[in-house]
C-alpha cells in the first residue's frame, strides 16, 4: 500500500499529460512560455482573486508575499506553532520575527482567541495556515487584522479549493500562497507555487520580482530573484486543474469513509470539521490519544504507511532557539506533535484498503 500514489494519478491522464509535456519541448517554450500566463488566469479565477502569478514554490510565494506587504526587520508576524516550517522561515528570511500562538485542538488550526495578546507595536501580520485543507477562521482573524491595521497572508498550500463562507482560500486576506509541489492537491511534476491577490501593486511587484526585479530585461528596479514557474509545470498544472474538483471529491469520498469506519475507536479522534467550511483533506490527520507511535509500527507491520505532520512544533525548533521560548509553551502544540497521525488519502486510493487501514486500527485500539 502506498501513502500517496501519484504514478496512479499519472496512469489516468497520461495521454493529456505526454502532449501538454511534448507541445510544451516541441517548441523550446522552457521560460514564461505562453502556459505560465494561461495557468496564473485559470488558477486565480479558480480561487477568486483578480491576480495569480506563478512562481518558483510556495515558499518563495510567501517570502514575496510579506516582502510585497513591506514586511522586513523590526517587523512582527504571527504564525501559529504547529505547521510547515515554511510558514515561519520564511518570515525570518525577511528579517522579521515570527511571532508563534498555539492552535486550536480539533482543528489544528491557528487559535485566533490567543492572537491578540501577543500584538505589538511591531506586528504587521497575521499568517494563517490552512492546515491538512481545512480553512482557519479567516472572519475573526480579518475582523482582529482591520482592528489592529495588520495584514493577512494565507498559507493556503495544502488546501487548494477549500471554501470558508463560501469563498476559496488563498481569497480572502490580502495575499493567498499556494503550492504546487508534487504531493500537494494541485501538484506539480516538480516545485512550484502561486501568489494570489486582488491587489494590482502586490502582483506587479511579484511578477517583478521573480525575474531579477526587473521592468524591462536587464533594467532593475530592485533586488529580486530568479523564481519563475517552469513552462513545463504550467503545462502539467492546467491538465491537472481540469481534474481538481473531481479529486477533492474523491479525497471527501475517502475521508468520510473513515469517519464511519473510525467512529467510536478507543483513544481515537477523527477530524473535526468547522460547519461554515469545507475540507479538502491533503491530509486525514486522526488523534491518537494513546500509544500513537506504537499504532503506526503496528499498521508498518502490516503494511501501511502513515506519517506524522508534523513531530516537533515550530517553538521547539533548533533553528528558532534564539528566539528563547520555553519548551512548555503552546500546549496544544505540543500535545498534538504526540498524538497526530496521517493516513493514506488520495483520490486512487482503493475502496478496500480504507476497510483494511480502518479495521487495523480499530483492532491495535480496542
Ligand atoms: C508545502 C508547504 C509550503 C511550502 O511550499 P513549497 O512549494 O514546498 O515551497 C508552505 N506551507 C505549508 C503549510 C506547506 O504545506
Not at 490519544?289 to 508534523?310: S, V
Request: one cysteine or more.
Amino acid at each position: 500500500m502506498n501513502f500517496l500514489d501519484l504514478a496512479a494519478q499519472y496512469r489516468s491522464i497520461q495521454k493529456e499529460i505526454d502532449a501538454a509535456i511534448n507541445s510544451v519541448i516541441s517548441r523550446s517554450e522552457f521560460i514564461m512560455g505562453p502556459a505560465v500566463g494561461e495557468l496564473e488566469e485559470k488558477v486565480a479565477t479558480y480561487c477568486g482573486t483578480q491576480f495569480g502569478v506563478a512562481l518558483n514554490s510556495g515558499t518563495d510565494a510567501l517570502i514575496i508575499a510579506l516582502k510585497a506587504l513591506g514586511i522586513g526587520a523590526e517587523d512582527e508576524v504571527i504564525v501559529p506553532s504547529f505547521t510547515y516550517i515554511a510558514s515561519a522561515e520564511t518570515v525570518a528570511m525577511t528579517g522579521a520575527r515570527p511571532v508563534f500562538v498555539d492552535i486550536e485542538p480539533d482543528t489544528f488550526n491557528i487559535d485566533v482567541s490567543t492572537i491578540e495578546r501577543v500584538i505589538t507595536p511591531r506586528t504587521k501580520a497575521i499568517l494563517p495556515v490552512h492546515l491538512y485543507g481545512q480553512p482557519a477562521d479567516m472572519d475573526k482573524i480579518c475582523q482582529l487584522a482591520k482592528k489592529h491595521n495588520l495584514k493577512v497572508i494565507e498559507d493556503a498550500a495544502q488546501a487548494i479549493g477549500a471554501e470558508y463562507k463560501g469563498k476559496k482560500v488563498g481569497s480572502i486576506g490580502n495575499v493567498g500562497c499556494l503550492s504546487f509541489f508534487p504531493t500537494k492537491n494541485l501538484g506539480a511534476y516538480g516545485d512550484g507555487g502561486m501568489l494570489l491577490t486582488d491587489d494590482p501593486r502586490i502582483a506587479e511587484m511579484a511578477k517583478k520580482w521573480r525575474i531579477h526585479g526587473q521592468s524591462k530585461k536587464y533594467y532593475t528596479d530592485f533586488i529580486g530573484d530568479s523564481s519563475r514557474l517552469d513552462t513545463l509545470q504550467a503545462a502539467v498544472l492546467l491538465v491537472k486543474l481540469k481534474y481538481l474538483d473531481k479529486w477533492t471529491h474523491a479525497r471527501q469520498a475517502v475521508a468520510n469513509k473513515y469517519d464511519t469506519l473510525l467512529t467510536a475507536t478507543p483513544g481515537v479522534t477523527t477530524p473535526t470539521v468547522s460547519p461554515d467550511r469545507s475540507h479538502v483533506y491533503h491530509q486525514y490527520t486522526i488523534r491518537v490519544t494513546h500509544q500513537r507511535d506504537a499504532l503506526a509500527a503496528h499498521l508498518k507491520q502490516k503494511g501501511i504507511p502513515t506519517m506524522i505532520y508534523y513531530p516537533i512544533a515550530l517553538h521547539q525548533q533548533k533553528a528558532f532557539s534564539s528566539y528563547g521560548y520555553d519548551q512548555s509553551a503552546f500546549p496544544e502544540s505540543r500535545q498534538a506533535t504526540e498524538e497526530v497521525l496521517s493516513l493514506p488519502i488520495y483520490p486512487e486510493l482503493p475502496q478496500d484498503s480504507i476497510g483494511s487501514i480502518a479495521k487495523e486500527i480499530k483492532q491495535f485500539c480496542s
